[in-house]
């Protein structure tokens, strides 16, 4: 675009019939325009409408700032809401994880306390010394069987 050289008024302050009245209404000046004055005519009608192009892309570049604007906003909700979501998640995650543990903590208590239970009932059933017995026997076996 090539710049205004010229004073630029807004389209509603002036008309070319205004100008031309202007004109007329002076002492000594002619009524009919002259060259100079349809140059600052020409002037003024390409500053007018360099000036109307530019508000319309402000207008533009405002309207696509208002749009980015709004999608960033979109955005950072977005990305708060799948944040919060994981979090939670990872927070059920946490308890579900504490509650295994609890169940095997208990499971493994349960089981010793079991196993303690059977050693005495086997204990009970079968005297000591016959326990002693069978047990050097296993060793027995065992060593013999290593040698093979």
Known sequence: MAACTGPVMAEDESSEEDSLSRFSSKP?????PTSDDEDFDLETKKCRSELSQLHHRVLQLGEEASTHQAQSEK???TIQ???HGLEEAMLQEEL???GATQRLRLAQSQNAQRVRQLWEEVAQLVPAGHVAELHQLLEGEQRAARRL
């Open 28 to 32: 000594d000046v002619d009524s009919w």
């Open 75 to 77: 955005n950072q909700l």
């Open 81 to 83: 809401l799948l944040t």
């Open 96 to 98: 579900q994880l504490y």
